[in-house]
């Protein structure tokens, strides 16, 4: 699934579209097309146009083009992105590999040649225009731990759900959260607001580690708990069996002996 690390692999292979002329817009699936504009807006503001930035914020990728106008694009679960027929990305751990024209959503195609393309098989995604930016929190990988502190505090929710919040922290995601709470050996069912403040300075320490080195190893999937998110599955620290139970309407994995 495309977390905050695959949607940056994604703007990193959509910023080689920079400054290329789009000749044609193609809206293969107007569900597709949200913030209840019409498609053919959407094709109207881009054609003739070129992309001339590229920016992320949290999960959201951003391309600004040279009339002042922003094309948002959303991954879902399965939305893949592709550039004159490259992913972005080798492949999601939950998402398949083939590459079926019929989940082709939202297509862009330049003069002289190529197209990006948003694929996309279980329709979580969506692409929209000039998105409200607001509406998201600061990116996880900006967060310091006074604004982590204020994000948790007072807050009744489980600190699964609180830093999934994408309106208090943008970007992290199941595979993430869950990775970065065992590496901080915090319980996800906890309460957010219960955390005192040597926790706080644990889990913004672990969530800085973790982004840090699943980015290297090449996405969200590749966490230390991913081999072991399975019924049965066991701690990778001390064996112990993993714990499983739906958080903040979230398949969540952790060890129970060490996360308190």
Request: with cysteine.
């Amino acid at each position: 699934m495309p977390e905050m690390l695959e949607v940056e692999s994604y703007r990193q292979i959509a910023s080689r579209a920079l400054g290329r002329r789009i000749e044609a817009v193609e809206v293969r699936d107007p569900w597709f097309v949200k913030g209840g504009i019409d498609p053919d807006a959407v094709v109207a503001a881009l054609r003739r146009r070129r992309f001339v930035a590229d920016r992320r914020i949290g999960k959201l990728l951003l391309l600004d083009t040279d009339d002042g106008s922003t094309l948002g694009v959303r991954f879902g679960m399965t939305g893949v992105l592709e550039l004159d027929g490259v992913d972005g990305i080798d492949g999601l751990a939950y998402g398949s590999t083939r590459r079926d024209p019929a989940w082709e959503r939202f297509i862009v195609h330049f003069d002289g040649g190529g197209s990006l393309r948003v694929r996309d098989a279980r329709r979580l995604g969506g692409v929209e225009l000039d998105p409200d930016e607001s509406r998201l929190g600061p990116d996880a990988t900006t967060v310091d731990r006074t604004t982590l502190s204020d994000a948790l505090f007072g807050s009744a929710a489980p600190v699964k759900a609180r830093l999934m919040d994408q309106s208090r922290i943008a970007g992290l995601g199941n595979l993430l959260t869950d990775d970065l709470l065992w590496r901080a050996r915090i319980d996800p069912t906890r309460t957010a607001g219960s955390l005192d403040a040597g926790e706080v300075r644990r889990l913004h320490s672990a969530m800085r580690a973790t982004l840090r080195v699943l980015g290297r190893r090449g996405g969200s999937h590749t966490g230390d708990l991913q081999d072991q998110r399975h019924r049965d599955g066991h701690c990778p620290r001390c064996g112990s069996l993993l714990q499983r139970q739906s958080v903040g309407g979230r398949t969540t994995y952790w060890c129970p002996a060490e996360q308190i």
